[in-house]
């Protein structure tokens, strides 16, 4: 930060990227609990460290690698819990509101929220593969892969409806 | 096929969005906090009943004498005897970061624990890592493990501590604070380890070090560290440079002359 800026308000950060990053973990996550639960810890962890993240230039990008920092856990939690219990997927209330006839977000629907989340950080947030890879702990060439099985999956039902 | 882009934002956009306000956020993180207060809390008092309980069966035991974990390893003192996620955490980083004790800090990992978020890969370079941790002078000192996020299959906690490293303890630097490390736990075994660095130590103790190894030593610098600086590079040699190296550094920062 330059001498004499001060640091950012982050009262403001938040009225400025709260929704934006709720839309973007809703659609990654399918469920808008999950979305609120991992803005909030995001928006906690940055608000707890404020003196030393507030002055970055790329707060944005912060908050977003923050949030899928704990997305990656949460997600392999799930998964966790699937592999153990042979649960059905859980609750995913963000696509209920679909209308039915709506085939791309019903394709949408149907990735895996790993699929998503490459999707929505390459595609919606232009993040790089790189920069992703490092968001969900993996490496960049998975990104690629995830993003390729995501498109072929999208293709695929949509195909007939472009068609 | 529709360009997916706008796909995504038309998505984005049509979620309907929950109240999440400023004045909700500080609520909800506030009583998160106070519900994590009331749960270190009673740690704190089942641990106190705990050493209660083992000064009183225990007595004949020397005051002195390190503990022995269940599977017999040296875990040092502190270790936790119950099966919450917050002592499994406190045993773990106990192992892991305090005593440097390999045995016991593998025998707590799952066999499908994922190490990268401390630059591990796999158990062999987990041991390295611990090995290179205590090389290059690390000690840390624990403050508290609190269960941030708890989940009906797995918690993730989150410990504090302070540390010094690089031997910055004897040149007059550090102890470094405000660190965190975060374990994610699944039936009593760590799944998970991340560790984000401190940049406050980054620039006071890691970069002026690494300067100094590159002047001074420019054919170690392949041997101890990753390409850029990113990481130690973990091998029994790398070990023995980070020792020698760290020793080297603390008496020449001492006799003015790094």
Redesign the interface.
């Known amino acids: 930060m330059p001498p004499g800026q001060e640091l950012p308000s982050f009262e403001a950060f938040f009225e400025d990227e709260k929704d934006r990053l709720l839309r973007v973990l809703s659609v990654i996550t399918g469920s808008r609990g999950e979305a609120e639960d991992l803005a909030q810890e995001a928006f906690t962890r940055m608000f707890e460290r404020w003196d030393d993240v507030g002055h970055m230039d790329d707060l944005a990008g912060y908050l977003h690698r923050t949030a899928m920092n704990l997305f990656r856990r949460q997600y392999r939690r799930a998964r966790v819990a699937l592999k153990r219990a042979a649960l059905s997927t859980p609750e995913r209330d963000v696509f209920e509101t679909v209308e039915e006839r709506d085939a791309a977000t019903r394709a949408l629907a149907r990735l895996t929220p790993r699929q998503r989340a490459a999707l929505v950080l390459t595609e919606a947030l232009g993040y790089s593969g790189e920069e992703t890879g490092r968001m969900l702990g993996i490496k960049a060439s998975t990104v690629w892969a995830l993003t390729h099985q995501a498109r072929t999956a999208l293709k695929g039902t949509l195909g007939a409806t472009d068609a | 096929?529709?360009e997916?882009?706008p796909?995504?934002?038309?998505?984005?956009?049509?979620?309907?969005?929950?109240p999440?306000t400023?004045e909700g956020?500080h609520d909800?993180?506030d009583r998160?906090r106070r519900d994590q207060r009331i749960a270190a809390g009673v740690v704190g008092i089942a641990v106190f009943v705990a050493a209660i309980w083992i000064v009183t069966s225990v007595g004949s035991l020397d005051r002195g004498e390190t503990s022995v974990g269940p599977a017999g390893d040296v875990t040092g003192p502190g270790t936790a005897l119950g099966t919450t996620a917050e002592e499994v955490a406190t045993d773990f980083f106990n192992a892991y970061a305090v005593f440097h004790n390999a045995d016991r800090a593998v025998s707590m990992l799952a066999n499908d624990a994922?190490l990268?978020?401390v630059g591990a890969d796999g158990t062999r370079e987990f041991r390295l890592l611990i090995r290179t941790m205590e090389a290059a002078g690390f000690k840390v000192t624990l403050d508290s493990c609190v269960e941030?996020?708890s989940?009906?299959?797995?918690s993730?906690v989150r410990c504090t501590y302070d540390f010094h490293a690089f031997r910055s303890d004897e040149i007059g630097r550090g102890p470094y604070s405000?660190n965190y490390a975060e374990f994610?736990i699944?039936d009593g075994e760590i799944?998970?380890v991340?560790a984000p660095r401190n940049?406050e130590f980054l620039r006071e103790m890691a970069e002026p070090f690494a300067d100094w190894v590159s002047a001074n030593y420019p054919d170690d610098v392949e041997v101890m560290y990753t390409p850029h600086f990113s990481d130690f590079r973990l091998s029994p040699e790398s070990i023995r440079l980070w020792e020698r190296r760290c020793r080297e550094y603390a008496k020449a920062v001492k006799q003015g002359t790094a």
């Open positions: 096929m529709p997916i882009r796909l995504l934002e038309r998505m984005m956009e049509r979620v309907e969005l929950r999440f400023l956020f909800r993180r998160k994922d990268s978020g941030t996020i989940g009906t299959y797995a993730i405000g994610t699944r799944i998970d991340l940049l």
